[in-house]
């Protein structure tokens, strides 16, 4: 009898699903459910994609889910939680290089004052203006996963002097310092650029406050690809309003989409982009074969890769 495996989300066509089945083989029947259609988890031995708490209580033979996302936290739910017998794994690195890039696309706006040219244009202004040059200047990361190493790669080329906070310290020889989480503020203080690249943890939530955020230089920029949760609101806000820091590129943000009402549309120093930074064709085909590969692991009753830990939260 064949173990079914219920794969959703992503938008496959027929080219990818039959992807799909060759890695399953002739040991796993592969389920398609259409968005909203309904679905009996009673035999199911794996999912590709998301379910909600009410489904795995459902699925006592599941024992295997597969997010199609680089970030784990909103697979943390009670219902996982009460499910220790299910390996959990994510696409983890999908979106590393695009992040990476989008990260330098926002710090290059900020510092070049890219809304400055992009109202001229608007305009039909020849408008030249004085603007600054990332070379020679300090980044801080909070957070050193793929992301962060790609980003350090480029910000390297480019000149600049890296710092880094990691939990778990790891030779990296692009970074000049690494620092652990408690000291952030420290590192924070010597930068002149900051970008997260952190996932979302009990670890992380909130770490960046407004003693951190004080802790920053007046001309720093600040930078969020990751998990918007990582700062606290309020304390962001008020050092773009209040000049502790210069400005802000947010890709990542607490209430996604971010809220009509929100000061953070209309600041002149902050660049807001729709949690869009690795929405990239290749990063979306990672993923795939991400999930492909653990896929055929899994057909062949192998050891998963890309396992996320628990307990780390990533």
Known sequence: MRTPVVVRGLGLDERERQELHDAAGPGLELRFPADGEPVGFGDVGAVIGRISDAELAAAPALRWIHLWTAGADHAFTPGLAARPDITLTASVGNGAIGLAEHAVLLLLLLDRGGWHWARAQWEHRWDPAIHGELAGRTLGLVGLGHAGRHLAGIARGLGLRILATRRTPVETPEVDALYPPERVAEMLAECDAVVVTAPLTPQTRGMLGEAEFRAMKPTAYYVNVSRGEVADELALERALLEGW??????????????????????????????????????SRRRSFDTAAGNLRRFAAGASLAAVVDREAGY
Do not use: K
Not at 250 to 274: K, Q, Y
């Open 245 to 282: 820091i210069a400005g802000a590129g947010l890709d990542a943000h607490h209430v996604e989409p971010l809220p009509a009402g929100s000061p953070l549309w209309d600041l002149p120093n902050v660049i807001v982009t729709p949690h869009n930074g690795s929405t990239t064709r290749q």
